[in-house]
């Protein structure tokens, strides 16, 4: 197995020049070694953007068949004589039809044959574009990126400012992990909570099982996994700033892929169909010994040991026993559950590193329409708190720390960022950086808890 991305999946790449010829420049670049979805935005002194992309326009290619029409039907009267049946104002009427039809199917070739980046794509970057600035931008598989930005950076003239947008999910995410404890449970709290997990749990032979099958968990799983993992691996080709937990889901893909493989082969249906299940509540037709699994990865933080593993069982059947089924299938439901919380982990981090980036963009625009006039980074402002109406404390802290030295900015920017969290920045970062300590540590608990 490796991970990759679908072939819908597109990431954004964007570089800022400041002179137009050479935007137009890397742009014929671009359409000439097959980046056939890219644009470039050029900013009138005024700040007026202008798009111009390569290839033929809707409006040319209307243009062209139009005219083609027109000599259509104009052959096709000469060569069936039909020239002088009818009076001027007829022919005009017949003309003009056939240029009609033709500048309809030459607009309509264009638009569907042609390839255009995304209407919201140019939207985004022609509301952030400054005076005199032009934006080239490029839509790719991130398999491509790297070399897409090679072309962009490969100027003499000037060094542009690049940067380079994750696409969305393209799947729905819930998971059925609980969260990870940060702080283990002693002894007596841990023989006390799987004693009331037993007890609390009622079970059933005639429960109907529900939910889906535990392949179709791990292949939903296996997906999350790939496109996390496609989207940290493009930030590194990037060189993008990175934090320790994205470094070490990276660094320790190969050791996930193992687990994911094994445990598929590792899971057969037949068996799991015979154990007991959950005969109410939330948890309901979902096996026993799964929800089991659920609570020690979650009480251990991630950080399964066998001593840790067999206080929690020992407590739990002192008040009601496991079957041999459910004992044989412990161990793969354990894995099982480390790879939930490895999912719902990675898609944390790579939407943490998603913001980063995001973070570095709006600090640049900022910077820049700071150093313009203030009516600039007034508009800059409102660009922002448009498209980030709740910003998250990530990105609230990763744009105060691209902005600690900007004197004229920076306090504008906290304002709003405390009206908006509704709490002093100081503690919004504080929590922050220890909501990122206690998801390292989770991370490299499981981690290691799968080698």
Same mark, same amino acid.
């Given at each position: ?29 671009? *359409? ?21 992309? $390569?290839?033929?326009?809707?409006? !040319? !290619? ?53 390839? *255009? ?5 140019? @939207? ?7 005076? !005199? ?12 990126? /790297? ?22 999910? *393209? ?57 996390? $993992?496609? /989207?940290?691996?493009?930030? @590194? ?46 948890? @309901?037709?979902?096996?026993? =010994? ?23 069982? =020992? ?117 922050? *950086? ?18």
């Amino acid at each position: 197995m490796r991970f990759r991305r679908t072939k819908h999946d597109r990431v954004l790449v964007v570089g800022i020049f400041q002179s137009p010829k050479t935007g137009r420049a890397v742009l014929k670049n671009l *359409h000439r070694t097959q980046f056939r979805r890219a644009a470039a935005i050029h900013a009138s002194a005024r700040g007026r953007p202008r798009v111009e992309e $390569n290839g033929i326009s809707a409006i !040319g !290619g209307s243009a062209a068949t139009a005219a083609f029409g027109l000599a259509l039907g104009a052959f096709i009267f000469w060569q069936r004589g039909m020239l002088a049946d009818y009076r001027l104002g007829g022919l005009a009427l017949f003309f003009v039809a056939f240029v009609l039809a033709g500048a309809l199917t030459g607009w309509i070739l264009v638009r569907l044959l042609q390839e *255009h980046v995304a209407a919201a794509s140019l @939207a985004r970057c022609a509301s952030t574009i400054l005076p !005199g600035e032009t934006v080239v931008l490029a839509e790719v598989r991130a398999t491509e990126t /790297s070399r897409l930005l090679a072309i962009m950076r490969d100027v003499e003239a000037e060094a542009p400012v690049t940067f380079a947008f994750h696409s969305p999910p *393209h799947f729905r995410f819930k998971s059925s992990a609980r969260p990870l404890g940060h702080e283990l449970p002693s002894g007596q709290r841990l023989a006390e909570n799987a004693a009331r997990l037993a007890h609390e749990i009622p079970v059933s032979r005639e429960a109907k099982a529900r939910g889906p099958s535990f392949l179709r968990r791990l292949r939903e799983i296996e997906r999350a996994l790939e496109w996390a $993992n496609a /989207s940290l691996t493009m930030s @590194a080709e990037v060189h993008h700033a990175f934090t320790l937990s994205a470094e070490w889901l990276l660094d320790n893909a190969y050791l996930i892929r193992e687990q994911v493989t094994d445990l598929r082969e590792s899971l057969p249906q037949k068996q799991y169909g015979k154990l007991p299940l959950i005969a109410s509540g939330p948890e @309901a037709g979902l096996p026993r =010994v799964y929800h089991v699994a659920s609570e020690i990865v979650a009480e251990s933080g991630g950080a399964l040991e066998p001593e840790f593993i067999g206080k929690f069982l =020992v407590a739990f059947q002192a008040t009601a026993p496991l079957d041999i089924g459910e004992l044989w299938a412990l161990p793969l439901m354990l894995r099982l559950q480390l790879l939930e919380c490895l999912r719902a982990l990675a898609i944390q981090v790579e939407q943490q590193q998603s913001q980063s980036e995001e973070a570095d963009f709006w600090a640049n625009r900022l910077i820049t329409a700071g150093r313009h006039s203030s009516p600039r980074l007034l508009k800059m402002m409102e660009a922002l708190v448009e498209q980030y109406p709740e910003p998250t404390p990530h990105f609230a802290s990763e744009l105060v720390a691209h902005l600690y030295d900007e004197e004229g900015v920076l306090p504008l920017v906290s304002g709003w960022l405390e009206r908006s969290l509704r709490s002093p920045l100081l503690e919004v970062m504080q929590q922050e *950086h220890r909501r990122q300590a206690v998801q390292q540590t989770a991370l490299t608990n499981a981690i290691n808890s799968c080698r």
